[in-house]
């Protein structure tokens, strides 16, 4: 029980870092959301505008994004309280490896998502609006743009995890440097077949996506041969 009700703690203290930026931000949600459309807007022809296609989505859609930024500039404390909650039953050895691994990830995060947004939405919204059949207006419903920017931007976010995750796994001994190695060809193939799924059905998208994962994965693999449980051994026996 004493667990059950930390946890609620835990969840109660996270839920309110996430409102009291919502309420913050909640004056300003248009210009949230004008930020967040500019490179749409930036790439439609001349006199376009985005459209809206139920009553309530100029209200409903602001909201839903200042939601998704308050959560992620709440994440720190939301990734602190799960760090506080699971630390009594860490070893020493990996309460070492926490604080790096939640640091590293955040950064890489929103990294991620700042590619998203400043290289792959203006890339993917200029082509498309090359590709507009003569005669055809292009004019985006902002619930639609929503979903698509939100799964862009989860979807480069964890991408960019993907370092953090190969040196784990390899610290900790689930995986060596030499499978990782052998397992280039499936990592390419994995690549595109998730950028094909997660992005719109374009070339562009896909590729933006797939690159950028087949070397975020090399780096991993790179930076992994320092903390390899072999490296450790090695440096042990010649100390």
Do not use: C
Request: charged residues 15%.
């Amino acid at each position: 029980m004493s667990h059950l009700v930390e946890l609620r703690e835990r969840l109660v203290k996270s839920a309110l870092a996430v409102l009291v930026i919502f309420l913050v931000l909640l004056y300003w949600r248009n210009d949230v959301f004008t930020l967040f459309s500019k490179p749409m807007m930036d790439s439609l022809p001349q006199g376009a505008r985005m459209i809206s296609t139920e009553v309530t989505s100029n209200f409903f859609v602001p909201l839903k994004f200042v939601l998704w930024v308050s959560f992620v500039l709440a994440l720190p404390v939301v990734l602190h309280q799960v760090w506080a909650f699971v630390a009594p039953g860490l070893y020493r050895h990996e309460k070492q490896l926490v604080v790096p691994i939640i640091v590293s990830s955040y950064i890489l995060f929103l990294l991620g998502t700042a590619f998203a947004f400043f290289f792959v939405f203006p890339t993917v919204f200029k082509f498309m609006a090359a590709l507009t059949p003569l005669g055809v207006e292009m004019a985006t419903d902002i619930d639609n743009y929503l979903g698509f920017g939100l799964t862009l931007f989860l979807a480069f976010g964890l991408t960019f995890e993907v370092p953090v995750v190969v040196i784990v796994l390899v610290r900790l001994g689930m995986v060596s440097l030499q499978q990782l190695k052998n397992a280039r060809p499936y990592v390419i193939v994995g690549a595109f077949v998730i950028a094909a799924i997660v992005t719109p059905p374009d070339v562009m998208s896909q590729l933006l996506l797939a690159v950028p994962l087949v070397l975020l994965y090399e780096v991993g693999v790179f930076f992994a041969r320092w903390v390899s449980p072999k490296a450790d051994g090695s440096q042990a026996r010649d100390a």
